[in-house]
């Protein structure tokens, strides 16, 4: 029998103000049980799961998303997330309209936006 992955589980120092950030982000709900002060917060539909623990974050991710627009430009969606509580750190866009953007959720986790698959294909 094989297995699947069921979560991708990250840790925070708090959960539920991370799990909103990111379900803003992915425009996708936060489970209905969860509630602020929660030591787990779950988007159920992109399968993340935000856990609380005592440790900090001390050092660059092993793994990270990227993100990919569905209904803007990657510049529209980079300005965004920026509006929701993420952080610029290093633009890797480039003149001819390629590349992407680097940037922390408000923990420090990196993720970067990509281009929309209609930049991709103009």
């Keep these: ?8 589980t990250i840790d925070s120092a708090d959960a539920y103000a991370l799990g909103s950030f990111w379900s803003k982000v992915l425009d996708q709900p936060l489970h209905e049980d ?6 787990e917060a779950l988007i159920a539909g992109a399968g993340l799961l935000f856990v609380t623990v005592p ?10 998303f990227d993100l990919q627009p569905q209904d803007r430009g990657r510049d529209e969606e980079v300005e965004r997330v920026i509006a929701l509580g993420a952080t610029l750190v290093d633009d890797r866009r480039r003149p001819d309209g390629t590349g992407w953007a680097v940037l922390t959720d408000p923990e420090g986790n990196e993720f970067c936006v990509e281009r929309s698959a209609a930049e991709r294909a103009g």
């Design 1 to 8: 029998m094989t297995s699947k992955i069921r979560h991708v």
């Design 34 to 39: 969860d509630r602020p002060g929660d030591p």
């Design 55 to 64: 440790e900090g974050k001390t050092g660059k991710n092993r793994v990270h």
